[in-house]
């Protein structure tokens, strides 16, 4: 895959890979996953990018990695992926364990073009993918109930689709957005976003980001500070 592009071009490369996207129930239950984030420093091209993998359910760290990358792709919404994904396929080459499902800080396929960087990772690997973002980026819902667990569909505002949805993890929280990406379903998005918000036994309290995308975010951000 080209990375390496203008704006133009990127818009062009993900009308074309969206047809090789794969919404679908995903073949079996993991046994791992992983979650991915990318840190910066504020007008830095610095990436630092990390997997974190966990066993499921149990949710119980094995690995993690960690690399840092030099990208010349400006931060456009819309285009995180070709800023952020080179420097994830360096993480990803350092793990010694496949995740069996890879859970991104980021959209699946809601987004204009349905190649948001969770399409665009599970694309790039080969391996089952979703979104877990904290905010929508393209597509119209409701408001769930203010119960943990609760949802509400999100849609593609041209062909009324069902492309993700909004999901309470924590009541009376900020609600989730999530979305597949590769070879994954809504209803499996949702079902890994609210499976992996539970906190591990002994912990109390709870957190609205699911603890695939939380470690990784927590991953990179000390990564990166070890560099300060």
């Not at 791992?32 to 091209?45: E, K, P, Q």
Request: contains cysteine.
């Amino acid at each position: 895959m080209r990375w390496d592009v203008s704006v133009i071009e990127a818009a062009k490369i993900q009308n074309e890979l969206r047809s090789k996207i794969r919404i679908e129930k995903l073949e079996k239950k993991p046994g791992l996953i992983a979650g991915v984030d990318v840190s910066s420093n504020r007008f830095s091209n610095t990436l630092y990018a990390g997997f974190v993998v966990l066993t499921f359910p149990a949710l119980e760290e094995v690995e993690r990695a960690c690399a840092t990358f030099e990208t010349t792709f400006p931060y456009v919404p819309g285009y995180l992926s070709f800023r952020e994904i080179p420097a994830l396929l360096k993480a990803f080459e350092k793990l010694t364990m496949k995740p069996d499902v890879v859970c991104v800080d980021g959209q699946g396929i809601a987004h204009p073009r349905r190649m948001g960087i969770a399409a665009h990772l599970g694309l790039a690997l080969d391996i089952p993918s979703v979104g877990f973002a904290k905010s929508i980026l393209y597509g119209h819902a409701g408001e769930p109930k203010l119960t943990s667990g609760s949802i509400e569909y999100l849609r593609d505002p041209k062909t009324n689709e069902i492309i993700g949805a909004k999901v309470r993890t924590k009541a009376k929280c900020k609600p989730m957005v999530v979305s597949p990406g590769h070879r994954t379903s809504v209803d499996d998005a949702i079902e890994l976003c609210l499976a992996t918000t539970r906190l591990p036994a002994g912990k109390a309290g709870g957190y609205r980001i699911p603890e695939p995308t939380r470690l990784a975010h927590e991953a990179v951000n000390q990564f990166r500070k070890s560099f300060m």
